[in-house]
């Protein structure tokens, strides 16, 4: 007996490649009343469609191509009159998933002008990186200009420095904190048309404010694109503040468990993203695939569990290292300390799980700490489960010239530390031993 065919499946789960629209909530039947599901439900059940087999989780579909039951079928996938999956670049049920759990989460609660649940759209790809190229690519043209802060993630400054300008897109590189600042920039210069926000930002956790940037990135026409990795959905919305785009490298927190390489692109002109960045994403090829959509599904489904218990031991280590004598700076918005604390209290649920802090000693003082650790782990990378060491000068700023890399407040003996998910009294134990 064969099991449904797969064409029956799409039908029935009205999903498909071609545009189509996420749910901007989700719901659940409750006294035959649709009832809004909470922000954890969402992480565990949204996006998950009925699968033909009836498997408890999604499975990882690897095919590489769809089969249509007649030419007049195919036909009418392929101008988008029916639902349907037709080659795995252009995606596929166990992506899918991944992305509308994603849209849904960065929409939870929003409403859009006309006061309906917003709408999102989702599109995974490969990596961070790849989205990030979809997002800069998908919305400039040559002789376009865009605007952004120093203190970026290392790739999104190289590509921005090494990549675009070959194809006659260039770049403003200003302090964000200073909005009138950005203000006469984007008046000087007729060419800027995209402004990107990274907040909180590699690896000082510079924080931006989201309200007043869009609202001045609107009130000049920007495309306004913020890389929300740092923080997730479960702890900063920018679509609150009516940006246009958000972008996350999925390696990180969403993912959580350092399992695969990923990205999402994430939009709200629902128009754009099903024409526009669709042809991008699809024709440079930065797809994602199966395999790594299922593990970052199953990170997703802890995703506000883990975070709570990010944030909780992060504001510990930041209490220890703010009054340990070895330290000379301690970088984490939760310290009243930080010049983002005001900028994040407002725009954010929590400080969130990143700190990083500069040891008296320096370089060597760096060096010395980082081969001392016993339990934490030095490696690039950030929003595992346990706890991860970044040297930045050293590693993910390696690209970055150094005088640059100094502006942005990135010395040379800073560490970023991305607070895990152990006992905490095992996490100071090992900072003590190794500054000691
Ligand atoms: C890691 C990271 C990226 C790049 O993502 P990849 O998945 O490594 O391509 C972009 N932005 C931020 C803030 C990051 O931390």
């Not at 302090?175 to 800027?192: L, R, S, Y």
């Not at 919305?237 to 994430?266: E, M, W």
């Not at 290292?321 to 000379?328: E, I, N, P, T, Y």
């Not at 990378?381 to 040297?391: A, E, F, P, R, Y």
């Amino acid at each position: 007996m064969l099991a449904t065919p797969i064409i029956e499946y799409l039908k029935n789960n009205f999903f498909s490649t071609l545009p189509c629209t996420f749910r901007a909530n989700f719901y659940y039947k409750m006294a035959d009343k649709n009832t809004t599901a909470g922000f954890d439900t969402i992480c565990l059940h949204g996006g998950h469609r009925t699968e033909s087999n009836k498997a408890h989780l999604t499975p990882i579909y690897a095919s590489s191509t769809y089969v249509f039951d007649s030419a007049e079928e195919s036909a009418a996938v392929f101008k988008g009159e029916e639902q349907g999956y037709i080659y795995g670049r252009w995606g596929n049920p166990t992506i899918a998933e991944a992305e509308e759990k994603i849209a849904l989460l960065e929409a939870y609660g929003i409403d859009d002008a006309a006061g309906n649940a917003l709408q999102l759209k989702a599109i995974l790809h490969a990596s961070g990186m790849a989205a990030i190229a979809t997002a800069f690519l998908g919305n400039l043209k040559a002789g376009e200009k865009m605007i952004s802060h120093q203190s970026l993630y290392g790739g999104t400054h190289e590509i921005i420095e090494k990549i675009m300008p070959d194809y006659g897109i260039n770049h403003l590189l200003i302090d964000f904190h200073n909005t009138d600042g950005v203000e006469a920039a984007i008046k000087a210069d007729a060419t800027i048309r995209l402004m990107h926000i990274e907040t909180p930002a590699n690896p000082t956790l510079q924080c931006f404010d989201l309200k007043t940037l869009s609202a001045l990135g609107k009130k000049y026409g920007l495309t306004v694109v913020v890389d929300n990795t740092f923080a997730t959905p479960y702890l900063q919305q920018p679509f609150r503040y009516d940006v246009d785009y958000v972008v996350h490298s999925t390696t990180k927190y969403l993912n959580g468990h350092g399992t695969a390489i990923g990205g999402v692109l994430v939009g709200k002109d629902l128009d754009r993203m099903n024409k526009a960045l669709t042809k991008t994403h699809r024709l440079l090829g930065g797809n994602s695939n199966a395999f790594d959509a299922f593990l970052l599904t199953n990170g997703l489904r802890t995703l506000s569990l883990r975070m709570d218990r990010h944030c909780s031991n992060a504001e510990k280590v930041a209490q220890f290292l703010d009054g340990h004598k070895a330290v000379a700076v301690v970088n984490y918005l939760g310290l009243t300390s930080h010049p983002g604390y005001a900028v994040a209290k407002q725009q954010m649920k929590h400080a969130g799980g990143m700190i990083s802090f500069e040891l008296k000693g320096g370089f060597d003082a760096g060096v010395k700490f980082l081969n001392n650790m016993q339990l934490c782990k030095n490696a690039v990378s950030l929003g595992t489960c346990d706890t991860i060491v970044t040297h930045a000068a050293s590693t993910t700023h390696l690209g970055v010239p150094r005088e640059q890399r100094l502006k942005a407040g990135i010395t040379d003996g800073l560490i970023r530390m991305s607070v895990g998910l152990e006992n905490i009294e095992d996490i100071l134990r090992d900072l003590e031993h190794a500054m000691a």
